[in-house]
DNA sequence: TTTTATACATCGAACTTCAATGTATGTTTG
DNA sequence: CAAACATACATTGAAGTTCGATGTATAAAA
């Protein structure tokens, strides 16, 4: 299985750190462990992509950060999701749903049985 | 309906401009009007936006093009989807369906009614 | 004690979107 | 017939993006 672009990487990339993030808090390093695993090692997040995303939805109020201490001793960053990252998170499941509603139309005109 | 978002469309255009391509041959201003019109006019593609993807999808060589004077007398540059570009779609398609399938995986683990 | 895993961050190259701008020509309208 | 509009291609430059490479630091395991 090849990886998937960097095109695709980019268009889901917030909705799926805003998911993760309403369902429960999380921190760098987890949330990269959690796609993997989710997208069953389709999505790997390298640690250079996923930061700076964090650090512009935190710009943008979409995401809030707090340092904790583990109990392993290891400080994090942990992320919250905020009532602006609930809103935008909603917009970004409409909009994915409109385009993907959009591109299926498109591929019914003209089948290609894949 | 707002506009949608710059990634969506990044992600989204390559697919959209090689399925129309398979339909039928077509040519850049013509490109946009088929994507306004399939979209409901919800997809609009500025001509600083198709003309730099359709000159990166030729050096790919996933189309080629070839001026032609239409009936009206005036000069278009049509392009045709090679095999290369046909190959391409179907992975394309089969990248758009996992990333579709994992985020829809996704949002089903925390339902967000829309 | 060395390696591995965890955990954050930045840098720079390469690429992308897209509004603005430029050129050119056919068609319609006042 | 002149002006405006629609068609048709193209480039530029600003702003943003991905992501491999690199850097720092510490806890756990070998």
């Not at 990269?32 to 935190?58: C, W």
Request: cysteine-free; aromatic content about 8%.
């Amino acid at each position: 299985m090849e990886k998937l672009s960097k095109e695709l990487i980019g268009a889901s990339s917030t909705p799926i750190i805003l998911s993760i993030l309403k369902k429960n808090e999380s921190y760098g390093y987890e949330i990269i462990q959690s796609i993997k695993e989710i997208s069953g090692g389709k999505i790997e997040f390298g640690e250079g992509t996923l930061y700076p995303v964090l650090h512009k939805l935190e710009k943008k109020g979409f995401i809030e950060s707090s340092w904790k201490i583990a109990e392993s001793g290891r400080k994090r960053k942990y992320y919250n999701i905020s009532n602006e990252g609930e809103k935008e998170l909603k917009t970004e499941k409409q909009n994915w749903n409109t385009i993907n509603q959009i591109i299926t139309k498109i591929w019914k005109i003209e089948p290609n049985l894949i």
